[in-house]
C-alpha cells in the first residue's frame, strides 16, 4: 500500500531562500516609506487662507472691518463662533449666517470647500442677520 504524504512531509527545507520573499520584503518596505511620507504630509499644518467678507443682512449690526483671512481647513462652525465674538453676542442669541444670501452652511462644512464653490470675486460672501 502507497504512503500518503502528511502536512509535516511537505514543509520547505529550512535554509532554502525563496527569491519572491526579498522581492516582496523590498517592495513593503517601499510601500512603508511612501505611507510614512504620506502621513507626514497629512501632519503638517495648512496655512492657506481664505478671504471672508462678512455683511449684515436687514437689522443686524454693521461691522467696522467686516474682511477676515480664516483658515481654510477650519470648519464653518469656527467662522459661526468668530463672528458670535466680534459682534458680541451670546451663545443663546439667533444668528443666521447664509452663504452668498442663498442657503446656510452645515457647521461642518470646511471653510476652503465652501470658497471652492461658492466664492465671488475672490472672497467668500457670508451674510448675517
Known amino acids: 500500500m502507497a504512503q500518503v504524504a502528511s502536512s509535516h512531509d511537505l514543509t520547505p527545507r529550512q535554509g532554502a531562500r525563496n527569491p519572491s520573499s526579498s522581492v516582496q520584503n523590498n517592495e513593503r518596505s517601499d510601500l512603508s516609506e511612501e505611507v510614512l511620507k504620506a502621513l507626514e504630509t497629512y501632519k503638517k499644518k495648512d496655512s492657506s487662507k481664505v478671504v471672508v467678507r462678512f455683511k449684515g443682512v ?72
Open 58 to 129: 436687514g437689522n443686524a449690526p454693521i461691522m467696522k472691518q467686516n474682511m477676515y483671512k480664516i483658515t481654510a481647513t477650519n470648519r464653518f462652525q469656527a467662522v459661526i463662533q468668530f463672528l458670535r465674538k466680534e459682534l458680541g453676542w451670546q451663545s443663546g442669541e439667533p444668528l443666521f449666517l447664509y452663504i452668498n444670501s442663498t442657503f446656510s452652511p452645515a457647521p461642518d462644512d470646511t471653510v476652503l470647500n465652501l470658497y471652492k464653490s461658492f466664492a465671488t470675486e475672490g472672497f467668500l460672501i457670508v451674510n448675517y442677520r
